[in-house]
């Protein structure tokens, strides 16, 4: 399998055997960086930021200059045409016959897969709102693998703001897959989404343990009251005693602390973001003197603001300016993969960490929309052409998962389209907690929102709806 005009939008679009290969491509070019000039003379990568960035973007054109390639860049929305009304589809598919890949980062979650339905090039995903960040969580495996050579059993903490930072959303399905446990410590106020957790517990063969009541000793220490930790699928010897658990992951040692800082772009600045603010936790040289970090890496994306005391800098476990030098032979690597510009052989990598599901796709004109507002699919510019879609990722209850920023829904109305024909008396809605979810085949299925959309499509409410 080739990576070659393939499309870089979640971290799911490639696997832990091709990150193994790119990973060894990166070596390479890492050790003779400035013997690469002749990969991708000729190509054109688009870069596309339409939000700040400075590793990200700077990485990603010191990669293809050091490649031999050339760069275009839009980097303000309002001096696109966008900001005349235009749709990212049309914008994906000009920008496309410009150039030979495209890269984009958007305040939009799901705007990267847009660009990718219409470019007609490979896309790579730069960070999509509070969505996704793959090219980051590819830095972040490369650092881990270069200082720890596996990713396997490692225990990683996570810090900071889990609900909105895309890089940790990325950077879980990838620990995940790689059979990491992954130790949750959010932010007062800033637990990751129900929706991430719940893929975990469905689509990654780990354990997620909640701990409510961690004893007393573990209180005062790192983690939460409300600590929530996942381990991979080998059986835990304490798993039936979760805060015993918690204890003994502890023990044993944190691997490394991936920080980060208020994503405060992505609030209203209210009292509620100061409240946040004030609560925020602080990664600096005491916390790291507790016997769980003694070999510690301390890991930050970056940019920082208070959340890393500049103290830890001179700490040899401070790995973030490793982590942000390593983006340019990653990008490197990747960008020559996407090209076709390098062949690589893939080796056969441990993927029994995760579970293939191929979940049935819903997708109609009018009816259930995506719940989240900062989706794609329910901008202006956007909706003339695209349609929601999602994937029915468990009938009990009925849930949907958007296909552009995959946050999830409870949908509590359905009914079948076989029923129209003809015969207006068989238009009926059910609760979607009846035993119709079942029977009615995923193709003919209708979901609504609520009953007054039913209504208004004529439906009339089943003998379990009526009143
Ligand atoms: N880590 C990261 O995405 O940094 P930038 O926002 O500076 O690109």
Redo the contacts with the bound molecule.
């Keep these: 399998m080739s990576l070659a005009n393939r499309n870089l939008v979640t971290i799911d679009n490639i696997s832990n055997g091709e990150i193994e290969a790119l990973f060894s491509v990166a070596d390479e070019m890492a050790d003779s960086i400035n013997e690469q000039s002749g990969l991708c003379q000729g190509k054109i990568m688009a870069n596309l930021f339409f939000e700040?960035?400075?590793?990200?973007?700077l990485s990603f054109e010191a990669a293809m200059l050091r490649l031999g390639g050339r760069v275009i860049t839009a980097v303000d929305i309002g001096a696109t045409s966008l900001a005349k009304g235009e749709s990212i589809a049309d914008m994906a598919k000009v920008v496309g016959s410009y150039a030979d890949i495209i890269v984009i980062r958007h305040p939009w979650e799901g705007a990267a897969k847009v660009v990718a339905d219409y470019a007609g090039v490979p896309v790579i995903n730069?960070?999509d709102g509070s969505h996704e960040?793959p090219t980051?969580t590819l830095c972040d495996l490369y650092t881990l693998r270069k200082e720890r050579q596996t990713i396997k059993n490692l225990r990683i903490a996570l810090w900071g703001d889990l609900k909105h930072g895309r890089?940790v959303h990325s950077l879980i399905y990838a620990l995940a897959r790689f059979g990491a446990t992954i130790l949750f410590y959010p932010g007062p106020g800033l637990e990751i989404p129900e929706h991430v957790l719940k893929r975990l517990s469905t689509e990654y063969k780990g354990e997620l343990q909640r701990c409510g009541a961690l004893n007393q000793e573990l209180k005062g220490s790192v983690f939460p009251v409300d600590a929530i930790y996942m381990t991979p699928s080998s059986p835990h010897q304490l798993t039936m005693l979760p805060d015993v658990n918690i204890q003994v992951e502890l023990e044993a040692g944190v691997d490394a602390l991936y920080v980060t800082r208020l994503q405060k772009e992505r609030q209203s600045p209210t009292a509620e973001q100061q409240e946040l603010k004030k609560n925020y936790p602080v990664v600096d040289k005491k916390l790291l003197t507790g016997k769980e970090f003694k070999k510690t890496l301390v890991m930050h994306?970056?940019?920082r603001v208070d959340e890393l005391a500049y103290e830890v800098d001179a700490d040899p476990r401070s790995m973030y300016f490793k982590q942000?030098a390593y983006g340019v032979p990653v990008r490197m690597a990747l960008l020559a993969l996407l090209l076709g510009a390098k062949d690589v052989a893939i080796p056969k990598a441990d993927d029994s960490f995760a579970r293939k599901v191929d979940y049935p796709v819903y997708k109609r004109d009018s009816g259930v929309k995506c719940l989240n507002r900062n989706c794609v699919s329910n901008q202006e510019t956007e909706t003339k052409y695209i349609k929601p879609e999602f994937k029915i990722v468990s009938f009990d209850p009925l849930t949907l998962r958007c296909i552009y920023c995959e946050h999830e829904l409870e949908p509590q109305y359905i009914a079948s389209s076989e029923w129209h024909q003809g015969k207006l008396e068989n238009k009926k809605y059910h609760s979607a907690n009846s035993h119709w979810v079942r029977k009615i085949k995923p193709e003919n299925l209708i979901i609504f929102p609520s009953e007054k959309e039913a209504q208004a499509h004529q439906f009339k409410p089943s003998a379990c709806n009526r009143q």
């Excluded at 700040?52 to 973007?57: A, D, F, K």
């Design positions: 700040p960035s400075t590793r990200t973007r730069a960070g960040h980051q890089t994306p970056l940019p942000a």
